[in-house]
């Protein structure tokens, strides 16, 4: 016999856990017990959202579900945020919560918290573990649930009385929910229809959203395009599904997207959608589609398709799979001008990356930063203008992207970025955020010291919440409230109270120089940019 | 428009909470929803009444199928189903109405079910535009209370869900 915290344990070993991001509490005092026997490493976060959002990181490097773990009650709560930020951009967790004693659920005794009720709408699926002997098939389950078809957060909530209760261990056998079969396959007649459509095609489109990383299709989407020679736009989330620079790759469309992108889907007759939800901030109105315009969706989740845009040809299943059918029917399309049409356009515009009389033009220096860092760097966006000037500027060679799409939660680049370097300690990775999230996140930085984590932090300091002041300039004739962040610390007084090197420069003269002496240092690194206030984010 | 959908559900805790919640969240408008077991003890049915047009109960099937404790859900055709409710009508009378009462349930084919010297409790099972006629025709008198089940439907014929 074994208690409950030892079945878990031993569960999360077979499942290959090799970190879990978590912040302990009394209820799940038996779990950290164990977990302080076996292999698998925890990263004490400063706080449980971050635990959240680096296992986020972590999966989408890692291809498979981040871990997270959190006490009862607020620590529960804390973590609310960091579930919903990552079922929106459909990113694979399993959150584990300890939970008051199962025979004293429902009196609100101290820090009893429903959480599997308050995370409902922000989480795939969820366990309230009534028994120990239910663990191993459940955690079982929860893997295999939040890692298949579109995948998302799996949150397990285990009162510490079952934690502590002894059962006998077996192993379980294959998952099998009858609810729960995702298809894989495309279907072949919707396959045929894809081809015809695409050989009847004049202005054919792709576009892809963050589906291509779930489906790890990158290779194939990049063949499938090349092969009949149709260009490509990506929503925010599918940055980087091809190399940016590639010939066919017109850029993010969207509200923030650039105008090239959006002019391609009103122009295109046949929009391929893979992988991508259509939100209302990627395609503004389904009005910006050309009246013409077919739409083909491909989606693991059927219940996208159709859900923002009426498809003229839904195909469900996984975007690999279906690319790499849909590669062995079509007959060549002829090629035509078109992708080069896009291409003369996309090189006549001129974006403003001139230096200013004060401070650092931040389009100009997140696409010199991208430039210079490793072909295969990770960045990690924040949400704000930082988030647009980096989405629509910097150069994702062989790398990642990785930010908040869906939510667009504040906070998010530097835990994540925490999450992609130790899910893959070669890589340099770099977390570039606004003076707002940064003192959202700033607490993490102990993080990064206690565990060594190397990653290099880009703070735009414009001493305001820059994209809400933004919208109060042009929706709220520029009356500015509460965005003012006055009262700000020294960010890298900050940064040098915890050991870690930090240099500000607000000039793009050294911008090159300080990205360089970043890049050169070993270990983590934080430089401030100083920007102007009045940037704009397009 | 109104759809009538059958739900094949895990008979388990938190399904029906998970599912009224999606429905509230994303502002379904469900008319009537009823839940019982199935000659399977491990599943449930839910028949569910949607009001709106076809767009509507496209998602509701489809978010409905995206539930991991859905088994199987199936929108069913209007006119091949057989559609059941069952009520009960306390009515208030006085002992001169009795017999009109009693006269009305005969024609509808319902059950007195409960008597006092001031009441009457009426049951019937039917289709539900029948049960709204009892309703209208006993409201004439001083209904106390009526409570009905929603409705339940099953395919005609040898199909099944
Ligand atoms: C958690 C959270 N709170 C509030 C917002 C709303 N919001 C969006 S952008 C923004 C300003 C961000 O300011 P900063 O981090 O300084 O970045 P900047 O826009 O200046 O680049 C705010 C408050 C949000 N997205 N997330």
Not at chain 1, 69 to 74: F, I
Not at chain 1, 171 to 177: H, Q, S
Not at chain 2, 53 to 62: L, M, N, P, R, S
Not at chain 2, 68 to 77: A, E, P, Q, Y
């Amino acid at each position: 016999m074994i208690t409950g915290a030892d079945a878990i344990v031993r569960s999360l070993e077979n499942e290959g856990v090799e970190i879990i991001f978590g912040y302990p509490g009394a209820t799940v005092c038996p779990l950290y017990d164990k977990l302080s026997k076996s292999k698998i490493k925890h990263i004490l976060v400063r706080h449980e959202q971050h635990a959240g959002h680096a296992a986020s990181g972590y999966a989408r490097i890692k291809q498979r579900p981040g871990v997270c773990m959190t006490t009862s009650g607020p620590g529960a709560t804390n973590l609310i945020t960091a579930l919903g930020t990552a079922y929106m951009d459909s990113i694979p967790l399993v959150a584990i919560t300890g939970q008051v004693s199962s025979d004293l659920l429902g009196r609100d005794v101290f820090q009893e918290a429903d959480i599997t009720g308050a995370a409902e709408p922000f989480t795939k699926y969820s366990y309230l573990v009534k028994c120990a002997d239910d663990l191993p098939r459940i955690i079982k389950e929860a893997f295999h649930i939040a890692s298949t078809g579109r995948p998302g957060p799996v949150l397990i909530d285990i009162p510490v009385n079952v934690q502590n209760q002894k059962l006998e261990y077996t192993t379980p056998g294959e998952v099998n929910l009858r609810g729960y079969k995702p298809t894989i396959k495309g279907h072949a007649g919707q396959i045929k229809r894809i081809c015809k459509a695409i050989n009847n095609s004049e202005k054919p489109l792709i576009c892809a959203g963050g589906g291509i990383f779930a489906a790890n299709a990158q290779k194939e989407l990049k063949q499938f395009a090349e092969m009949i020679n149709i260009p490509i736009v990506s929503t925010m989330m599918g940055i980087g599904a091809v190399p940016t620079d590639h010939p066919l790759y017109a850029g993010m469309l969207g509200m923030h997207g650039k105008n090239i992108a959006n002019q391609a889907i009103s122009e295109s007759d046949l929009l391929i959608l893979i992988g991508a939800r259509v939100s209302d901030r990627a395609v503004l109105l389904p009005a910006n589609v050309g009246n013409n315009t077919k739409i083909i969706h491909i989606d693991i989740d059927p219940a996208e398709i159709g859900k923002n845009l009426s498809t003229f040809i839904p195909v469900v299943g996984d975007a690999n799979q279906i690319l790499t059918q849909v590669m062995s029917a079509q007959t060549e399309r002829k090629s035509d001008d078109w992708p080069g049409l896009l291409r003369s356009k996309k090189s006549k515009i001129k974006i403003d990356y001139n230096p200013r009389k004060f401070g650092i033009n931040p389009k100009g220096f997140v696409n010199l930063l991208s430039g210079m860092l490793p072909n295969d760097h990770i960045y990690c966006a924040d949400v704000g203008q930082n988030q647009i000037w980096s989405a629509a500027n910097c150069q994702i060679r062989q790398g990642r992207f990785l930010t908040s799409g869906g939510m667009g939660t504040m906070g998010y680049s530097i835990p994540a970025a925490i999450g992609a370097k130790l899910a893959d300690p070669d890589k340099t990775v770099v977390a570039v955020c606004g003076d707002g999230a940064f003192q959202m996140n700033m607490m993490e930085l102990g993080t990064i010291c206690q565990h060594n984590v190397d990653i290099k932090i880009v703070v735009m300091k414009n001493n305001k919440l820059g994209l809400v002041k933004e919208i109060q300039r042009n929706s709220y004739k520029d009356n500015e409230i509460a965005v003012d962040l006055t009262g700000s610390p020294d960010i890298t007084a900050i940064a040098k109270a915890y050991g870690i090197p930090a240099r500000s420069i607000d000039s793009m003269d050294v911008a090159e120089e300080a990205i360089a002496e970043m890049i050169r240092h070993k270990g983590t690194y934080l430089l401030v940019c100083t920007v102007d206030e009045n940037e704009s984010s397009m | 428009m109104k759809h009538t959908i059958s739900v094949l559900v895990e008979n388990k805790a938190g399904v029906l909470s998970r599912i009224s919640g999606l429905f509230a969240r994303r502002g379904f408008n469900i008319d009537s929803l009823a839940v019982g077991t199935t000659e399977d003890k491990n599943i449930s049915r839910i028949t569910l009444l949607v009001e709106g047009d076809d767009y509507i109960a496209e998602q509701v099937t489809k978010q409905l199928n995206k539930q991991i404790d859905v088994i199987k859900v199936r929108k069913l055709n209007q006119d091949e189903i057989t559609r059941r409710e069952l009520v009960l009508v306390k009515v208030k009378m006085s002992s001169a109405q009795r017999g009109e009462i009693i006269d009305i349930v005969k024609i509808m084919q319902g059950q007195i079910v409960d008597i006092s010297h001031t009441t009457l409790t009426v049951e019937l099972c039917d289709r539900p535009d029948k049960i709204d006629i009892l309703i209208e025709l006993l409201s004439h008198y001083n209904i106390i209370e009526v409570a009905r089940t929603g409705i339940i439907a099953l395919q005609k014929g040898a199909e099944s869900v």
